[in-house]
């Protein structure tokens, strides 16, 4: 607390709050750090159990073909994740971009996709062609969409789930892990497994999907590892560890991952292609770096439940429930609120500290959208950052944190700068 005051401008009384609930915060965050050591130790068998060696940074061009490093780094995912095989490459633009490759990978025309989670994330909805035949969807090219709407605790409804399965062939059952822009519970693995088994008792031929973003790592098992077929997600998020400077990776059955390598490069090539142009050492050492991270971010959204639930702001999920992955939700109420966290935390960023967000047209969302996020790599969801759409319950998503110490006072920037903003209007 003294170390925060001698650098920022943080008032007393939201300084004794602080402490207060830093005390509150020791024993979550004592828990934190057993499943961040497993998971430590987990990668770093996985490293050993490949041999991997200092020679397996070296980059590739051109076609990329024999690159050892490559197929190695592939191993050594697939064993982290629980999963047959997977391709890990900086040439997923983004989360989104990966999820869309999983997806035409696996689904044909005239397949079915049911969607277990309700709504999904609002950048994937014209990937499925939802709310209109998008020109390149997967609607555009005959593949049906259907979806199961969330009970009013949003919660997956396991008998409409159950129902919709057994009176339609599907080819993929998709669960999105994480909330998105909703408030809705993200779902923990136990959660994941209960409904893989209802999918494969009731539909065993369907494809589990996950859509995993920000789940890596939070737990001690993975999807792949409680029945599901596929996982894919982003390298500027969880398993990049902060290192990654972009990428993403798909993981799972084998044949599954095989079919994805067609659509990532050309039917009858797949994985024995792609040039790692130098990039190969911070990937290796990004998922390294992971599980210690990812445990840094869950302190510092733990640490930010506390907080702003003692400010009177309803927060999800609260300090003590269990998590599924690195995003805390804080409804703020108002657009103003709003506003001025991300203000405030992108003042406590390290990078870009003196830039003032405001509201804009992101492409893919369909409304306004402000976003805090100095990082080093652009877009980073790993390191501290907060954004949300302009629309009511005005709730900020805030994730990341490469270590607790920094993202610890962001938190206090933003708590401040909406303190400030209301003194201001009176």
Known sequence: MMNVKEFFNIDDSLLQLDKKCLEECSSIFAEIDKVTEYNQLKVLKAFINNGVSESYFAGSTGYG???????????VMAECMGAEDSLMRHN?????????????????????????????????????????????????????????????DGTPDLLEIEKRLSQDNYKMAYIQRSRGYSTRPTLTIDDIETL????????????????????????????????ADLIAGSLIKNPGGGIAPTGGYIAGRKDLVEKCSYRLTCAGVGKEVGATLGHSRELYLGLFSAPHVVGEALKTAVYTASLFGALGYAVSPTPTEKRGDIIQCITLNTADNLVAFCQGMQSGAPVDSFVVPEPWDMPGYTDPVIMAAGAFTLGASIELSADGPLRAPYAAWMQGGLNFHSAHAGVLLAAQKMITKTKGEK
Do not use: W
């Open 92 to 152: 997923f633009v983004s989360g989104t971009h990966t999820l869309t490759v999983a997806l035409f990978g696996v689904l044909r025309p005239g397949d079915k996709v049911l969607v277990l989670t309700g709504r999904p994330y609002d950048t994937i909805t014209g990937v499925f062609g939802i709310d209109e035949k998008t020109d390149g969807s997967l609607s555009d090219f005959g593949v049906e969409y259907a979806q199961v709407d969330l009970k009013e």
């Open 196 to 227: 893989c088994k209802i999918v494969k008792e009731t539909s065993p031929e369907t494809v589990i999907m996950v859509d995993n973003c920000y789940g890596e790592f939070v737990e001690t098992k993975e999807p792949c590892q409680v029945g």
């Open 65 to 75: 073909y024999d690159d050892r490093g490559r197929e190695i780094l592939e191993r």
